[in-house]
Every structure is written in structure tokens, then in C-alpha cells.
């Protein structure tokens, strides 16, 4: 089992859907949480991070951890095509400094 | 504002060449990570170094050396190089207390021929 799974996608969404990407983590003690995109050819880029339980916001992004169900969610809302891109999930568990990312989700947002 | 800055960019070897693929970064952060991304694949950490002068084996550590220069510097060696090391290579850094996310520099694409 992976430390931190996602769905691979390909995720089709229509220009301006709300486009929502999740992912869970199997190791109870992951402290932080991060979504990074990734363009075709490019290198990840962090877009959010979440640390408590509930919601985040920033800008178009909202970023859902529900610790209890070892789950996280980014939600893309007015989704563009400039959002085409894959989306990795990673966790933190920063007793020990240990980095655990997922596959990435494939996002593609059509006009 | 570099951040986190590989060389090369590109590179193609033949099968059986040595390499040295060079990462520096000037966010004085304790923690570098050298990733290999393969299609289909995520990201497979190779090795990492929690601080200066240590380092220690990922996932994936066969056919690979490190050296952590020192805290600005972490390089990723290929002794003979297979084609089975084709790939992306992306060096990351972090710091290594608190909850701060790792950052990416914009890799190198290997090439083993």
C-alpha cells in the first residue's frame, strides 16, 4: 500500500466547473499536508498547504483535510484551461522529516 | 530569487559514463532531496540529506552516489550510467524542522543511450 494514494486521472472538467481532486494518506502520524501542480515538463509547484482540520482557502483553490478519514481534497472552483496540469498530493510527518508524495492527479479543463 | 538551481538542464550520455548532476539552493534550508520522475511513475526519492553531512537511501538508491558539498550543495552521481536511468531528475529542498513544504528546482532530463 502506498503511503499517500490518488486517483491518476485523467479528471475532466468544462471551463468553469468547480474540478475536485482528492487523496488519502494511510500513516495516521502525517502532520502537514501539500498540493503542488505540475505543468507537462515542468517541476512541481506548491499551490497549498494545510496543516488542521476543515477548509482553506486561497483565491479560486480550497484545500479540505479531514484527518479523522485520512483524506485531502483540493477543490478547483471557475476551473480555467490554464489549470490543465497534474496535481500532486504530499504529506509531512516532520518528527522524523519524512516527505510522501502521490502519483498526481491528471486535470484537464476544457473550453 | 533563485531558490533551488540544477545543472544541467539536459543531458545525453552513452551507457557506461559518469555524471555528477550539481543542486544548490539559497533558502538556507537544512533538508535536500534528489527525486528520479518517471511516467506513470510519481516521484521516487533517490536519496536525501537531512542536514549537513549526512545522507541517507530513498526508495530507489541503486546505480546513484550523493555528496552533500556542504549546506548550500547536493550533488547526485551516476558511476556507469544505464538506460534504465533515464529519466527527470528534480532536487528539492526544505527545512527540516516546522511544517514547511518542500521546493523544487526545475530538473534535469537525463538521457541514457
Known amino acids: 500500500q502506498k503511503e499517500v494514494e490518488q486517483n491518476s486521472g485523467p479528471l475532466s472538467v468544462p471551463e468553469g466547473a468547480i474540478a475536485s481532486l482528492n487523496c488519502t494518506y494511510s500513516d495516521r502520524g502525517s502532520q502537514s499536508f501539500f498540493w503542488y501542480r505540475q505543468y507537462s515538463g515542468k517541476s512541481p509547484e506548491l499551490i497549498m498547504s494545510i496543516y488542521s482540520n476543515g477548509d482553506k482557502e486561497d483565491g479560486r483553490f480550497t484545500a479540505q483535510l479531514n484527518k479523522a478519514s485520512q483524506y485531502v481534497s483540493l477543490l478547483i472552483r471557475d476551473s480555467q484551461p490554464s489549470d490543465s496540469a497534474t496535481y500532486l498530493c504530499a504529506t509531512l510527518i516532520y518528527n522524523f522529516n519524512k516527505f510522501y508524495f502521490g502519483s498526481g492527479t491528471k486535470l484537464n479543463v476544457k473550453p | 530569487n533563485a531558490g533551488v538551481t540544477q545543472t544541467p538542464k539536459f543531458q545525453v550520455l552513452k551507457t557506461g559514463q559518469s555524471m555528477t548532476l550539481q543542486c544548490a539552493q539559497d533558502m538556507n534550508h537544512n533538508s535536500m532531496y534528489w527525486y528520479r520522475q518517471d511516467p506513470g511513475m510519481g516521484l521516487r526519492l533517490i536519496y536525501y540529506?537531512?542536514?549537513?553531512?549526512?545522507?541517507d537511501k530513498g526508495e530507489v538508491p541503486n546505480g546513484y552516489n550523493v555528496s552533500r558539498l556542504n549546506k548550500r550543495e547536493f550533488s547526485l552521481r551516476l558511476e556507469s550510467a544505464a538506460p534504465s536511468q533515464t529519466s527527470v531528475y528534480f532536487c528539492a529542498s526544505s527545512t527540516s524542522t516546522g511544517d514547511q513544504p518542500q521546493h523544487f528546482g526545475d530538473g534535469t532530463r537525463l538521457s541514457i543511450l
Open positions: 540529506s537531512a542536514s549537513e553531512g549526512t545522507t
